[in-house]
């Protein structure tokens, strides 16, 4: 397993010391073992014991349930991050969750890349300015990341808050890889859940994993064949990859997405996300990007677990975006 046994919630250094003598080496090893077991070895009570193993059942994949104080417990964590737009956050509930998959999707040049950039700034920002305190991973099928829109973006919260931030730290805590096909992309998150373990150790923890795009080299790839299947099944093993991570990190999980055009549609939009029902159903958030009057961009909160549906207006600007 690619996680450290300090990953798991409750087993501090000395603990994870104690299970490695006793033959614990791996979180299979833990996630397999009694109660009763694990407490004697690593001097523990045996609820907490409980505690790690199911987390190591989860982490590991094993198992499947766990009991609903378990989730509270780590729903209790749930971060959110500022969009830096008043509208937009209030859809939010406050902001981008971590924990969760957010969707956004639109046509080209709705303002996608912008959001995700923005946000890759924003992350960084201490808790009182709406951040979390953490670096970002990016993985860019579409080559589409500018170091110099950061760089705007980063000098707009400085004006904006009226500190001076420095352009080149923000730079240095985006780690940013190429996808060059869908199994490279597939692969670039078992990387990304590597590298994040190592920005853990350093104090940098990784609190945002961003794919722009989701769809382009699936959609690119799987043109024209006879049976979508395929597709599917490593489609699905992707958007599971992303949510693992972003559970495993308390990180957010930003994901853009294409639209094609609904042939059936009559009424309503004629647009809809690519990526089936695979991507509906993981995606925990779905926003919809539309063009409006000039910089102006309309968000539309389409589907979400616990929040109602809604709209924001926001604006891109030079400045990143803004009310
Ligand atoms: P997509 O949804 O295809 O990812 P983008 O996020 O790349 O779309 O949005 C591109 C749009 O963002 C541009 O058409 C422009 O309106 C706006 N934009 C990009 N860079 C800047 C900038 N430096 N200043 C102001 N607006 C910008
Ligand atoms: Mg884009």
């Known amino acids: ?17 104690k299970l490695k003598e006793a033959g614990f080496n791996t979180i299979e090893a833990v996630a397999v073992a009694s109660p009763s077991e694990l407490a004697t070895t690593a001097e523990i009570g045996e609820s907490t014991a409980a505690k790690i193993i199911n987390a190591a059942r989860q982490a590991a994949d094993i198992g499947g349930f766990e009991t609903g104080d378990l989730v509270l417990e780590r729903r209790k964590l749930v971060g959110k991050l500022t969009t830096g737009c008043t509208e937009f956050d209030e859809m939010m509930g406050g902001g981008i969750e971590t924990q969760a998959i957010t969707e956004l999707y639109g046509e080209f040049g709705s303002g996608k890349t912008q959001v995700a950039h923005q946000l890759a700034v924003n992350v960084q920002m201490d808790r009182e300015h709406g951040g979390l305190g953490g670096s970002v991973i990016i993985i860019d099928t579409e080559n589409t990341f500018r ?4 760089t705007q973006m980063v000098n707009g919260l400085s004006e904006k808050y009226g500190m001076e931030l420095n352009p080149e730290e923000f730079l240095q805590n985006i780690h940013v890889a190429r996808a060059y096909n869908s199994n490279h992309q597939i692969l670039l998150v078992d990387s990304a859940v ?6 853990k150790e350093m104090g940098k923890p990784v609190r945002l994993l961003i794919v722009d795009s989701l769809m382009a080299h699936f959609r690119a790839e799987y043109v024209g064949r006879g049976t979508l299947a395929d597709r599917q099944q490593k489609l699905n093993k992707h958007m599971h990859g992303l949510l693992r991570f972003g559970d495993l990190f308390n990180a957010c999980v930003v994901v853009t997405n294409q639209v094609m055009a609904k042939p059936d549609a009559f009424f309503g939009d004629p647009t809809r996300p690519i990526g089936g029902h695979i ?12 063009k409006s009057k000039g910089e102006k961009r309309i968000i539309r909160l389409v589907d979400s677990p616990s929040l109602p549906e809604g709209e924001a207006v926001v604006a891109v600007t030079t400045a990143g975006l803004t009310d």
Do not use: K, M, Q
Not at 279 to 290: D, E, N, P, S
């Open 194 to 199: 590597d590298l994040a373990n190592e920005l």
């Open 147 to 150: 170091p110099e829109r950061i």
């Open 1 to 17: 397993s690619e996680i450290a046994l300090e990953e798991l919630p409750g087993v501090g250094p000395a603990t994870a010391e």
């Open 279 to 290: 991507v509906g159903h993981t995606a925990t958030f779905r926003l919809y990007l539309r």
